[in-house]
């Protein structure tokens, strides 16, 4: 079946450098699309989301890109900070078989962010 | 404002009884999800409310899962006949309408099936 997924399980980065987490996805029908923090024990939490007709989206710190010809998103976390350290998943939010999108996400396994001091 | 709230945080529970679980949302979402997270996995789909009406339950494993939001605000996922294979972190989200909108998750509560 369609699938999200993540090319790398563990990230390990030094203090006040730039993180990057990669994300694919194959479901084509897939209009939107979300980036979540998930500290251990913690429920996931919102980071960021960008939409099928963007291909770049900005934050506090953060930015997505969407590439949607090779069904590829990202996580840019700039100077990133010990606290950043979690498992990071995307997510996303395909068209039902009715054509509508309800948000029915769908998880990728997560990549294991690390940060050193 | 308050985040989505989630009672009991933990639940440890004998094969074979009846649990149910339950999650306040974001005061005014008319959307609210529930997923299911195993050990090192994402989160997993289980059902969808619009309102009071369950729009979608396809996630649900079986007849043994239930769940309502009779107000259109406050759900409880309900499992009968709990088994070993059920233990996992239940995860409640809601949304402001559902579709193209984020969803906020709350902490889950962690069931374990002894």
């Known amino acids: 079946g369609e699938s999200v997924g993540l090319h790398l399980p563990t990230l390990s980065v030094q203090e006040g450098d730039n993180s990057i987490i990669n994300c694919a996805y194959s479901n084509s029908a897939s209009d939107y699309f979300i980036w979540y923090k998930q500290e251990s024990g913690k429920g996931p939490q919102f980071i960021i989301d960008?939409?099928?007709?963007?291909d770049k989206r900005q934050g506090q710190r953060v930015t997505v890109l969407l590439n949607k010809t090779v069904k590829h998103l990202s996580l840019q976390i700039a100077a990133t900070q010990p606290g950043d350290s979690a498992v990071y998943f995307c997510?996303?939010?395909?068209?039902?078989?009715?054509?509508?999108?309800?948000?029915?996400?769908?998880f990728g396994q997560g990549t294991i962010l690390t940060v050193h001091p | 404002g308050a985040g989505v709230s989630q009672t009991p945080s933990n639940k440890v529970t004998e094969k074979g009884k009846y649990v149910e679980l339950r999650c306040d949302p974001i005061s005014g979402h008319t959307a609210l999800y529930w997923y299911r997270q195993s050990l090192g996995q994402g989160p997993e789909f289980l059902i969808y409310f619009q309102g009071t009406g369950a729009a979608d339950d396809s996630g649900l494993p079986n007849d043994r899962f239930f769940a309502v939001r009779p107000e259109g605000s406050v759900s409880t996922l309900k499992i009968q006949r709990t088994e070993r294979g059920d233990s996992a972190v239940y995860l409640c989200a809601s949304s402001s309408s559902g579709g193209r909108m984020p969803q906020y998750f709350g902490p889950g509560t962690r069931l374990l099936v002894l």
């Open positions: 997510a996303e939010n395909p068209f039902n078989a009715g054509g509508t999108s309800y948000g029915k996400l769908t």
């Open positions: 960008i939409r099928s007709n963007m």
